[in-house]
């Protein structure tokens, strides 16, 4: 990768941090200030009605312009085996594999009704394939096949648990811990969805990035909220405690595939650079690869051979004249 676009990606990650501290902090201040636990809902405050929900807003738009404005130089990216990839993809399998467990054992407790139960199946099922998936990807030479199958599975296993904050009575319809919940979960879905068409080639860098840092945003806010707001206050915002962690290994997950771009590989891929070629600078048309000194050489010998000089121009008169000379010799005259 050129410098120029391992600049593009760190900003992409600089802009992802600053609005991750803006709104992470100021969640917090709402949750410690102005939360009311038992309907789930804030006070009523210029912060938590209008500043905090435009501030995610504005994130989102934000990251969604810096895809557009940089799709060039974001184009021609390829996914690679790093080693902070593959502790990310095994801490977020811990994690899911604990939301898992705790969530199981709720339901042993206590099973919904209706649209839940169903819903429950589904989590327990897909999850337990999450869970496969990330463990797979913590591995440094993963099955492709496997892996796309695995990977769309999380993307659904992240669609149903949207469906399940949703149709959960736990929180009013209009709670923000709801709303924040179900974006999260939505975000990761796209996140899935994208990385899974990574791993079939069809690559799209221009929306893989924002749809990125937005999971990145809204997973890290949602979970270190959570987490000081338990801390602070000896009581968790949600029933299932493992339910920060999850959003939290899903968040580093994200943010080391992000940054799997600008990190060299752990382990040596055969790449055309590998077998001689130097790349050149990336254009609107992505990243190619100009002949390596030796291809030159070799190429510029060929042309030599076959090339229309003067001296071979001379060379093949020469042999032309003196053919046609010894034609002309070995026929009779005519009488």
Same mark, same amino acid.
């Given at each position: 990768?050129?410098?120029?676009?391992?600049?593009?990606?760190?900003?992409? $990650?600089?802009?992802?941090?600053?609005?991750? %501290?803006?709104?992470?902090?100021?969640?917090?201040?709402?949750?410690?200030?102005?939360?009311?636990?038992?309907?789930?809902?804030?006070?009523?405050?210029?912060?938590?009605?209008?500043?905090? =929900?435009?501030?995610?807003? #504005?994130?989102?738009?934000?990251?969604?312009?810096?895809?557009?404005?940089?799709?060039?130089? $974001?184009?021609?990216?390829?996914?690679?085996?790093?080693?902070?990839?593959?502790?990310?993809?095994?801490?977020?399998?811990?994690?899911?594999? %604990?939301?898992?467990?705790?969530?199981?054992?709720?339901?042993?407790?206590?099973? =919904?009704?209706?649209?839940?139960?169903?819903?429950?199946?589904?989590?327990?099922?897909?999850?337990?394939?999450?869970?496969?998936? #990330?463990?797979?990807?913590?591995?440094?030479?993963?099955?492709?096949?496997?892996?796309?199958?695995?990977?769309?599975?999380?993307?659904?296993?992240? $669609?149903?648990?949207?469906?399940?904050?949703?149709?959960?009575?736990?929180?009013?319809?209009?709670?923000?811990?709801?709303?924040?919940?179900?974006?999260?979960?939505?975000? #990761?879905? %796209?996140?899935?969805?994208?990385?899974?068409?990574?791993?079939?080639?069809?690559?799209?860098?221009?929306?893989?990035?924002?749809?990125?840092?937005?999971?990145?945003?809204?997973?890290?806010?949602?979970?270190?909220?959570?987490?000081?707001?338990?801390?602070?206050?000896?009581?968790?915002?949600?029933?299932?405690?493992?339910?920060?962690?999850?959003? #939290?290994?899903?968040?580093?997950?994200?943010?080391?595939?992000?940054?799997?771009?600008?990190?060299?590989?752990?382990?040596?891929?055969?790449?055309?650079?590998?077998?001689?070629?130097? =790349?050149?600078?990336?254009?609107?048309?992505?990243?190619?690869?100009? =002949?390596?000194?030796?291809?030159?050489?070799?190429?510029?010998?060929?042309?030599?051979?076959?090339?229309?000089?003067?001296?071979?121009?001379?060379?093949?008169?020469?042999?032309?004249?003196?053919?046609?000379?010894?034609?002309?010799?070995?026929?009779?005259?005519?009488?």
């Amino acid at each position: 990768m050129s410098t120029a676009s391992k600049k593009v990606c760190f900003l992409a $990650l600089s802009l992802t941090a600053i609005f991750l %501290l803006l709104c992470t902090g100021f969640y917090i201040y709402e949750l410690l200030s102005s939360y009311l636990p038992s309907i789930g809902q804030f006070e009523k405050d210029v912060f938590s009605d209008v500043f905090l =929900p435009l501030l995610y807003m #504005l994130a989102l738009v934000a990251f969604a312009v810096f895809g557009f404005l940089f799709r060039t130089s $974001l184009s021609g990216r390829t996914y690679k085996s790093t080693l902070s990839g593959l502790f990310a993809s095994g801490f977020a399998a811990l994690a899911t594999a %604990l939301w898992l467990f705790t969530f199981l054992a709720g339901l042993t407790k206590s099973m =919904p009704n209706g649209i839940l139960a169903l819903l429950s199946i589904l989590l327990i099922l897909f999850g337990a394939m999450t869970v496969a998936y #990330l463990v797979l990807c913590a591995t440094p030479n993963p099955s492709h096949t496997l892996t796309v199958l695995l990977g769309m599975a999380a993307a659904v296993f992240m $669609l149903i648990f949207a469906f399940y904050a949703y149709f959960d009575t736990a929180f009013a319809l209009n709670s923000p811990i709801k709303l924040l919940d179900l974006l999260s979960a939505l975000s #990761l879905t %796209l996140f899935f969805l994208l990385e899974t068409r990574f791993r079939f080639g069809a690559v799209c860098e221009a929306i893989f990035y924002p749809v990125g840092m937005a999971a990145i945003l809204l997973c890290a806010s949602n979970a270190i909220s959570a987490l000081l707001y338990n801390a602070i206050e000896g009581r968790p915002l949600v029933v299932h405690t493992m339910h920060d962690f999850l959003f #939290l290994g899903f968040a580093l997950y994200a943010l080391t595939r992000l940054l799997s771009f600008v990190l060299p590989p752990l382990f040596h891929e055969e790449t055309a650079e590998s077998q001689g070629a130097t =790349p050149m600078f990336e254009t609107e048309g992505g990243a190619g690869y100009v =002949p390596a000194e030796s291809d030159v050489l070799a190429q510029e010998t060929f042309d030599f051979d076959v090339a229309d000089t003067p001296s071979a121009v001379a060379d093949g008169q020469e042999n032309d004249d003196s053919h046609k000379a010894a034609t002309d010799f070995n026929t009779s005259p005519e009488t």
